[in-house]
């Protein structure tokens, strides 16, 4: 352990207090937008902020901010890189006086640990909003079960990090992603913006639409659209269309596979599929309601909270994280509802889900529509986020190492 860290008293507060955030690179992805975010705060509260991290187009943006940038090599699985990383990290807190060491991801968790056993430092880790899947991922995953604090993305995660490695639930804080709520607002949008894309899509002004964001793909359930759309005609809904946004080439027999159902159903004509579509918080602006039909969990479950931000009810799937991304009766009371949670597969359920959510009159659906921007506000923006973080800090520095 380096002398001069063991002469000094470790601070009680932010203000003076020195974090280092590991991250696998500084390029343009949600953790790494955190990771900045983070930094942000902590320069805000009088701290010092340092993030070590391979070379990214964030690097400038972060620097900017009046955080500092340390290279290192974390983004892989490969135990030699990440010996050399938990020795990096190690010098780090001894030469730069760290205080609390945060790593975001199984390989740097991993690295981290080896440096913080053998140094006077906090260590806090954020797990992956999914287990990790390969045998060596979910090996260095394992580290996290021994930092000071966990944090974890959703309910969800903790819990199944929490049953495998019997961890008690005072150890784990769970912070959900944030997401760019300046961004998904429906303000931001161009004027002139929304008539231009039901033109482009050939929605006319009489009809509401049903957007279904992501991409055409399996896990993301689109085939139960046609089904639904079929249930909702039968039971006599008129003038509504269902836009498919997102990439669909990749997964091109299921996307034709989802038109021909559609066609076997007689409901081709009010689905419309746009394909790679960059200018998510547009389309959403389009549309009356948001379907997120995910039959598995979301490795990055946005989409709800995204159209939340936009004041969009939505209905989604009882998988993963996704039930806890929107508000519903009974765990809150009706009047606070922002949106339907239907079963996985079961195009009944999210028909019946659908079929409340277009029957609102428009008092009742502003009402909702507003409550669902206020509780992306409070929930998922960078602030909220930041915040929640900063407590997690504070209360590791209020402790006796």
Known sequence: MNEAFERRAPPRTLAGATILQIVPALREEPTARAVIDIARMLLQAGARALVAAEAGPLVNELTGTGAEWVSLATDTLNPFRLHGAAGAIEQLVGTERIDILHAHGASAAWSARRAATRSAVWFVTTLPDVPESSVLGAYYAGAAAQSDRIIAPSVFAAQTFMQRHRLRSEQITV??????TAAFDPMAVPPGRVSALCQAWRISSAERVVLVPGRLAPWNGQMLVPDILRILVDGGLRDVIFVMVGENRTHR????????????????????????????ASAFAVADVVLVPMMQAPVLGRLVAQAQAMARPVVTSDVGALPEHVVVPPQLPEDVRTGWVAKAGDADDFARALALALALDPKAYQAISARARQFAE????PESVAAATRGVYTSLLTRDL
Do not use: E
């Open 175 to 180: 912070i959900p992603h944030s997401i760019d």
């Open 378 to 381: 409070y929930m998922f923006s």
């Open 253 to 280: 027999r299921y996307a034709q596979a989802v038109l021909k159902r559609a066609q076997a159903h007689g409901v081709a004509g009010l689905i419309r599929m746009t394909g790679h579509f960059s200018d998510l």
